[in-house]
Nanobody, 114 residues
Framework: VQLVESGGGLVQPGGTLSLSCAAS????????MGWYRQAPGQQRELVAD???????TYAESVKGRFTISRDSAKNTVYLQMSSLEPEDTAVYHC?????????WGQGTQVTVSS
């Protein structure tokens, strides 16, 4: 399984950014897909995920600001981020899960700074 993220970059506080994660196989093969992030000196944390049935889960810190979605025709999961804050600065990793197996993308840097 390969997961390739794109869309990171530098954005000002209050701005928007969209991340994409392209999977090498049918995303419905996975129990769930999601986005995690890791800031310097911090543990990796769940940002949002979507399960095979379409149920979404969000970290409290991003609820109302971030939206996870998917396009099965493109085998791609997206993370739309708005009202970005400096605290959102981190490396964002795409994740796919099959039962107890976890697969990770290489990560994409998101920096929120003026």
């Amino acid at each position: 399984v390969q997961l390739v993220e794109s869309g990171g970059g530098l954005v000002q506080p209050g701005g928007t950014l969209s991340l994409s994660c392209a999977a090498s196989e049918n995303i419905f093969n996975f129990n769930a897909m999601g986005w995690y992030r890791q800031a310097p000196g911090q543990q990796r944390e769940l940002v949002a995920d979507i399960n095979v049935g379409g149920t979404t889960t969000y970290a409290e810190s991003v609820k109302g600001r971030f939206t996870i979605s998917r396009d099965s025709a493109k085998n791609t999961v997206y993370l739309q981020m708005s009202s970005l804050e400096p605290e959102d600065t981190a490396v964002y990793h795409c994740n796919a899960r099959i039962l107890s197996q976890f697969f990770w993308g290489q990560g994409t840097q998101v920096t929120v700074s003026s």
